[in-house]
């Protein structure tokens, strides 16, 4: 993403979603992962290095995997029972990354809203963080195609009948894009009732930034369990 992620924290956190989604799927088959981050120091490219080993493992998280998906849509602005953030709060600490609940009418969540939305506009402002960032949108069906990566309508959170129609259409404008997102990033904020924040030890820890991969995977499929 260049200048939009110099720190490449969101390649880091992807691959280390995907060393979890790994240590589960070896769960629903019986096989217990054992898991190194950065093995070799001379490879940093070499983000994990994973061997199984046959006994008993708890598989049921593994059951969420197929079943969660993120729309990037608005939430419907219910309140979260006590005992669902008790159980987020308990994912297993690696001490790499931790998991910090924030709730939306506090201070600190008015203050998290605010600048997240501010740092949003600034992004849509700043030329070249929106030309690579526009270098990852995919949102005609033929630019999904032939690229077959990046961004595309479908974590859009549009309804599924104006998502068909909006991706037959030519590709939209970087305005409109950009627009859609200040406005997505303004609903989302607004209709959660607990922000989540995933905080690692610095901006360019790349353990913490893989163990936020895992811990964001397992947070997401306790919530949904």
Not at 68 to 73: C, D, I, K, P
């Amino acid at each position: 993403l260049g200048p939009l992620d110099p720190f490449r924290r969101e390649l880091f956190t992807g691959l280390g979603c995907a060393v979890e989604n790994l240590v589960q799927a070896a769960a629903a088959a019986g096989q217990r992962a054992r898991v190194v981050l950065l093995p070799d120091p001379g490879r940093p490219a070499h983000v994990a290095r994973l061997t199984w080993e046959s006994g008993a493992v708890d598989a049921s998280l593994s059951e969420q995997i197929g079943r969660r998906h993120v729309n990037r849509g608005p939430y419907d602005g219910r309140p979260i029972a006590p005992a669902q953030l008790q159980r987020l709060s308990a994912v297993e600490d690696s001490g790499l990354a931790r998991l910090v609940l924030v709730e939306a009418p506090s201070p600190a969540g008015r203050r998290f809203a605010d600048e997240t939305i501010e740092a949003t506009r600034m992004i849509n402002e700043d030329r070249e963080m929106s030309e690579a960032s526009e270098r990852w949108m995919r949102y005609a069906w033929r630019d999904i195609q032939a690229h077959r990566d990046g961004l595309t309508l479908a974590a859009a959170g549009m309804p599924p009948l104006l998502r068909a129609v909006a991706t037959a259409l030519p590709s939209v404008s970087p305005a409109t894009v950009k627009s859609s997102w200040l406005q997505g990033t303004e609903e989302a904020l607004a209709t959660s009732p607990v922000y989540g924040l995933l905080v690692v030890g610095a901006l360019d820890d790349r353990r913490g930034q893989l163990a936020r991969g895992d811990k964001r995977i397992v947070g997401v499929m306790v919530e949904s369990h």
